[in-house]
């Protein structure tokens, strides 16, 4: 399991800000028992250019659980959710990721 969050940018359609792409912050866990690929995990705004920060946790400290986290810090908005850990976890995981994002990029 390689429970993940981060940002998708598609070039077609607009996003909040009239660039040309729509910006997507979403959660995963890849890998795992009915995997159903990335789930939208929403923002209240996500353009070129916003400074994002990113937060996952799997199974820390034997809590059972994993924590995704994403701020889109341009603006202070964030968004979290969490879910029970499923399948075989060999170790605690925590992880963080913070940069801005431009059109090329695929944030995982």
């Known amino acids: 399991m390689l429970p ?7 070039a077609s359609g607009n996003d909040s800000c009239n660039d040309h ?6 959660w995963e866990d890849a890998n795992s028992p009915g995997d159903n690929g990335a789930v939208n995990l929403p ?7 916003d400074r994002v920060y ?15 986290y994403i701020a889109n810090e341009t603006i202070e908005n ?6 029970k850990a499923t399948g075989f976890l060999e170790k605690a ?7 801005s994002f431009s059109q ?3 944030v995982f």
């Open 4 to 10: 993940q969050v981060g940002i998708v940018a598609n």
């Open 21 to 26: 792409q729509f910006n997507e912050s979403v």
């Open 43 to 49: 923002l209240g705004r996500l353009c070129a250019q």
């Open 54 to 68: 990113a937060y996952v946790e799997s199974n820390l400290f034997n809590s059972g659980y994993n924590y995704y």
């Open 78 to 83: 964030y968004t979290s959710y969490s879910n």
């Open 93 to 99: 995981v925590s992880d963080t990721y913070s940069k």
């Open 104 to 106: 090329s990029d695929r």
